[in-house]
């Protein structure tokens, strides 16, 4: 957790030359996580781009072409180079539309779920002990459900659709923020640079975002890149049970429900959306490993 | 210790009161009206459906409501479901030792590739049996778990028919369930070809629901091992001449395995997580997928009551992993 050693901070403020360099280094010298990195800029690309990428327009059924195979199978077609789903959809314009949707949930879920933590984990690291004790109790309460569970059960209350998963799944993942950035805080918090910042009469917000909260900030980076992967998981599973994004959405956990009875008669209904799930959350999980070793020199070594 | 485990309790009853606030907060302020959704279809009389508010108590405070909740489950009472009018609580226990099994079979399998992968990983470091395993083991880890159970269907059930696709026991066999556990009853049955259809039933779920802890286990096991190899005593076991395996499988393996069993212990959240999707694809009838077949039926006392008893039981657990480690690591209470 004390990863950065207030020593390469330089007093003044100003960020060392090349700090961005050595970081990528450290990250470059992990060949996965160089791996990950260009998976996930490619379905970034896919996700920015996705109405130009596609051949089709994704809710557009052919009504002639249903469930036909990948093109290189027998009875596949070049117009469809991944077949098509049972209502003729074409399978790759609506995978590539689905990035769209996962690319935002894993924004959206990290920007909500860090922006809060962060704040709630400062307030309890600087907070008088009952009102800390307090926070902390309510984040065991939040932890003590299984995240699925309890995300469920949030949208069983706000209603299916892709909004409140992504509530859900925000709820459910804000209180590791919290705990982590009041751990790391609390140790920086006795060391002598925020003594003196102290000292020097600096307010209690300065101290809070700016002298303590870059140098906890590693531990978070790593954690944001665990949850947004997980928040995409947990997305695509809320999809696949009916309380996520709704039909005819191309997400790809909802794809997979949808064509959870066409299992044993078209193997590329299934195959494709899931395979698309795990080729993105095992890129981001690549760069997240990749992201300890850089930014975390206690856990390198391990 | 008697200090540590006390201020552990304490912190213990504050948050199992906040969880049955939270589970009793869930039922007042989900949509529609509960008596409503119950009476289905046929609908209600006026006077019959004064009757149900009182009956269920919606006519008073919110405050008194929660309050005869809290005596009700204090007591064990847990209210009945909408749809069975079976008490909660024996619903649970009769579903539970469904999830259990599986649990248990999913834990086992986790463990018994786990720790060897790990282990194998860690005395190879960054040689090929290392990067197959901790590749493997990546993916395991970003496996959307529900997908994993569809391909398993796909190959084992439907293009090699080896495993049925859903349920726990062949309709073939019937017995009364002795322990609830079906290997154990099919046992006990005596009859032919039960047990083989146990297994069968088993075998799939038991993989799905395995996967993400045997990748966490084996990634802990590594990183435990690597930091115990480097360590003196193991120096000095290799310089007595002891052999790599004794080193390694048991000088160092028995202290790596310190965090590799925190984990373990803290892993019982994931696995009923695992169990609700496993579950409701395998049709398995456990804990899991009552919790979703009620949260669509919208049944609000179980979807109250199930809360409540997988929380305290995540709760307790956790509680329990807390206290032994602090029974076998001193440093963890001073805090």
Known sequence: MTATAPAQTPANGVERPGRFKEFYHYFSENRGAVFGLWIFAGFVFVAAFAPWLAPYDPAEQFRDFTLIPPAWQEGGNWAFPLGTDPLGRDMLSRLLTGAR??????????????????????????????????????MDIILAFPSLLLALVLVAILGPSLTNAMIAIAIVAQPHYVRLTRASALGEL??????????????????????????????????????????????????????GAQPPTPEWGTMLAEAREFILRAWWVVTFPGLAILITVLSINLMGDGLRDALDPKLKRS | MLRYLLSRLLTFVPTFFG????????????????????????GLSEERYQELVRQY??????????VDYLGGVLQGDLGAS?????????????????????????????????????????????????????????????MPIFWWALL???????????????????????????????????????????????????????????????????????????????EDYIRTARAKGLSPARVNGVHALRNALIPVVTVIGL???????????????????????????????????????????????????????????????PKIRRR
């Open chain 2, 152 to 230: 398993l269907i796909i190959l084992f059930s439907g293009m090699l028919g080896w495993t049925p696709v859903s349920g726990r026991m062949s309709l073939m066999y019937f017995f009364e369930p002795v322990t609830g556990f079906m290997l154990i009853d099919s046992l006990l049955s005596g009859q032919e070809g039960a047990f083989r259809s146990a297994v069968s039933h088993l075998i799939l779920p038991t993989i799905v629901l395995g996967t993400i802890p045997l990748a966490v286990i084996a990634r802990q096991t590594r990183s435990a091992m690597l930091e115990v190899l480097g």
């Open chain 1, 101 to 138: 949707y996962s690319f935002f949930v894993g924004v959206v879920v990290v920007t909500v779920s860090a922006t809060g933590g962060i704040i709630i984990g400062l307030i309890s690291a600087f907070a008088p002990k009952w009102l800390d004790a307090i926070i902390m109790r309510v």
């Open chain 2, 267 to 329: 892993m019982v959240g994931t696995l009923l997580a695992g169990a609700i999707l496993t579950e409701t694809i395998f049709s398995w009838p456990g804990i899991g997928k009552w919790m979703v077949d009620s949260i669509f039926r919208r049944d609000y006392p179980v979807v109250q009551g199930g809360l409540l008893l997988i929380a305290s039981m995540v709760m307790i657990v956790n509680l329990t992993v807390d206290v032994l480690y602090g029974l076998i690591n």
């Open chain 2, 19 to 42: 969880v049955t606030l939270i589970s009793f907060a869930f039922i007042r302020v989900l949509p529609g009206d509960p008596i409503i959704v119950m009476a289905g279809e046929r």
């Open chain 1, 190 to 243: 006795q060391k002598d640079y925020v003594t003196s910042a102290r000292v020097v009469g600096a307010g209690l917000p300065r101290l809070m975002f700016l002298t303590v909260l870059p140098n906890c900030l590693a531990p978070i980076i790593v954690q944001a890149a665990l949850s947004f992967s997980t928040a995409i998981l947990d997305a695509a599973a809320l999809g696949f049970l009916g309380m």
């Open chain 2, 57 to 66: 108590g919606f006519d008073k405070s919110v405050f008194q409501q929660y």
């Open chain 2, 82 to 142: 909408f749809v069975t009018k079976k008490p909660v609580w024996d619903e649970f226990f009769s579903l539970f030792p469904a999830t259990l099994e599986l649990s248990i079979c999913a834990m086992i399998f986790a463990v018994a590739l786990g720790i060897p992968a790990g282990v194998i990983a860690a005395v190879n470091r960054g040689k090929l049996p290392d990067r197959l395993f901790m590749s493997s083991a990546l993916v395991g880890y970003s």
